[in-house]
C-alpha cells in the first residue's frame, strides 16, 4: 500500500478515535471529571479535541484514498463513502456553529450563537459519529477486515457510541427530582429552596449541578453552584440574572414548582487548602463559599479569612450565615468590603486584611476573572505570592 494511502487513513483513524474521547468526555461521567480535576478542564480539553478533530478529518477528505480501478466495489462500499461525505459537511457545519459559540471574542464579531441552540445542534455530533462508524465499518479498505487496524477502529466505534448513547439517556439515571420550597428575592440574587422528592443526591459544598425546573421556559439545565447543603438532603441556589435564562427565573420561579438537578460535580473544596486560607468572593461568587462556611466548625484547625467583595452591604448574600460562622469558629474571620465605602478592593488592600503572610496560605476566588488576575498580579508586585491559587470559574472556557 502507498505511504499517501497510510497516511490518509492515519488521519482519519485519530480523527475517528478522538471523536470517540470526545463523545466520553461529553458524558460527564465521575471519573472523568476526576481525572481532569474539574469539568471546565474536561470542556477545555473537548474544544482543542474537537478543533483537531475538524483539520484531521478535512486532510483525510481532501487526500482521499483513490479506489478507481483497484477493485470492484459493492453498493454497500459506496454507500459508505457517501454517508462519510455527508458527515465530513455535517461536522464542518456543526464545527463552525461551536466555533462561533465558543469564540464569540473574536474583534468585530460579538454576535453569540443562543446557549440554547448551540446546546442542541451540538448533540448532533454524536449523530455523525455514528454516520462516521457505518462508514469505518463498511467501506473497503485497503486490509484486511482481521487486521489490528479494523478491530481497532471498531472497539473506537462501539465505545464511542456506547458514550453518545450515555449522554443522550443517561441523565434518565443521574438527575434526581426536587421541589422548590422557598423563594426568596434578594437585591442580588434569587435565592431557590430545593427539597428532595426521593432519592436525594451526594453533593460536596462547594460543588455546582445542571438544574432545571417544570416553570415554563425554564426547562433548560443551567449550572449553578449549591450555596447550601443542608443535613436532609435540600439544597439552595443563589442565582444572579445575568442572562435571559436568569432573568426570567427570577419573575417566574414560584414555591411548590419541580425541579431536577443533576450533578455535584467540580473540584473546588477548600479542604486541600493547607493551614492558611485566604477566601475572597465578588459578587454572585460567594455561593461556593456560602456552603463551605456553613461546614466549618469549630475545632476545624485552618486559619481562614474570607474577604467578601460587594457594592454595599445590601448587595451581600446570606450575611447572616457568613456572620454566625465568624461567631461559631475561631479560625474564621470575615471582612466585608464595600467599595462604595472602602474604595476598589485591590492586593495591598487584601494583604492589609489578613492576619498571616499570603505567601504561607493558599488563595481561593471566585469572581470576575480580570478582578482575579489584577489581585494576583498586585500580590505579585508586592513579593507576596500566595503559596497556591484556586479559582472556580462560572463560564465553561
Ligand atoms: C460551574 C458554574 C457554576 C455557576 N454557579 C453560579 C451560581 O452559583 N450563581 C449564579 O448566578 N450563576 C452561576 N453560574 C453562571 C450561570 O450558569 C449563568 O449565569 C447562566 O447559565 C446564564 O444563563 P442565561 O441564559 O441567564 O444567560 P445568557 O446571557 O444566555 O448566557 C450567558 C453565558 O452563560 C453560559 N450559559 C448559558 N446557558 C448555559 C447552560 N444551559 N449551560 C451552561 N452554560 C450556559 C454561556 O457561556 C453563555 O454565554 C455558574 C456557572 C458555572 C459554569
Request: one cysteine or more.
Amino acid at each position: 500500500m502507498a505511504g499517501r494511502t497510510w497516511i490518509v487513513i492515519a488521519l482519519g483513524s485519530v480523527a475517528f478515535s478522538l471523536m470517540a474521547v470526545n463523545l466520553v468526555l461529553a458524558t460527564r461521567l465521575p471519573g472523568v471529571d476526576r481525572a481532569f480535576r474539574g469539568l471546565d478542564q474536561v470542556y477545555w480539553v473537548h474544544k482543542w479535541l474537537g478543533i483537531s478533530i475538524l483539520v484531521l478529518a478535512f486532510n483525510h477528505q481532501y487526500f482521499k484514498i483513490a479506489t478507481d480501478g483497484l477493485q470492484v466495489m459493492q453498493e454497500i462500499s459506496k454507500l459508505a463513502i457517501t454517508v462519510a461525505k455527508v458527515s465530513f459537511y455535517a461536522l464542518l457545519f456543526l464545527g463552525l456553529i461551536s466555533f462561533f459559540k465558543r469564540v464569540p471574542k473574536m474583534p468585530k464579531i460579538t454576535w453569540e450563537i443562543p446557549y440554547g441552540w448551540w446546546r442542541q445542534t451540538h448533540r448532533l455530533f454524536g449523530l455523525v459519529f455514528l454516520g462516521i462508524a457505518f462508514h469505518q465499518f463498511f467501506v473497503k479498505a485497503p486490509f484486511d477486515n482481521n487486521a489490528f487496524l479494523a478491530t481497532y477502529l471498531n472497539v473506537v466505534a462501539l465505545i464511542g457510541s456506547a458514550a453518545f448513547l450515555y449522554t443522550q439517556f443517561g441523565f434518565l439515571l443521574r438527575r434526581r427530582g426536587f421541589k422548590v420550597v422557598g423563594v426568596e428575592k434578594h437585591p442580588a440574587a434569587t435565592i431557590v429552596d430545593l427539597a428532595p422528592k426521593g432519592r436525594g443526591l451526594t453533593v460536596r459544598p462547594g460543588s455546582f449541578a445542571f438544574v432545571s425546573f417544570s416553570t415554563k421556559g425554564l426547562g433548560e439545565p443551567h449550572p449553578f453552584t449549591v450555596s447550601q447543603v443542608r443535613p436532609d438532603g435540600g439544597l439552595q441556589f443563589s442565582i444572579r440574572g445575568l442572562g435571559d435564562y436568569t432573568k426570567r427565573l427570577r419573575d417566574a420561579i414560584a414555591v411548590g414548582d419541580s425541579a431536577r438537578v443533576e450533578g455535584g460535580y467540580g473540584r473546588f473544596h477548600h479542604h486541600s487548602g493547607g493551614p492558611r486560607q485566604i477566601w475572597v468572593a465578588a459578587g454572585i461568587g460567594v455561593t461556593p463559599f456560602l456552603a463551605w462556611a456553613d461546614h466549618v466548625r469549630p475545632d476545624d484547625a485552618e486559619q481562614i479569612t474570607m474577604i467578601y467583595c460587594v457594592r454595599n452591604p445590601e448587595e451581600g448574600v446570606a450575611l447572616d450565615r457568613l456572620r454566625a460562622a465568624q461567631e461559631r469558629v475561631p479560625g474564621f474571620k470575615l471582612v466585608l468590603h464595600c467599595s462604595d465605602t472602602d474604595g476598589r478592593f485591590d492586593a495591598a488592600k487584601l494583604v492589609s486584611y489578613l492576619p498571616f503572610e499570603p505567601a504561607s496560605a493558599s488563595f481561593w476566588f471566585c469572581g470576575p476573572a480580570p478582578m482575579r488576575d489584577a489581585l494576583l498580579k498586585g500580590l505579585k508586585a508586592l513579593g507576596k505570592t500566595p503559596g497556591s491559587v484556586h479559582f472556580e470559574r462560572f463560564e465553561f472556557r
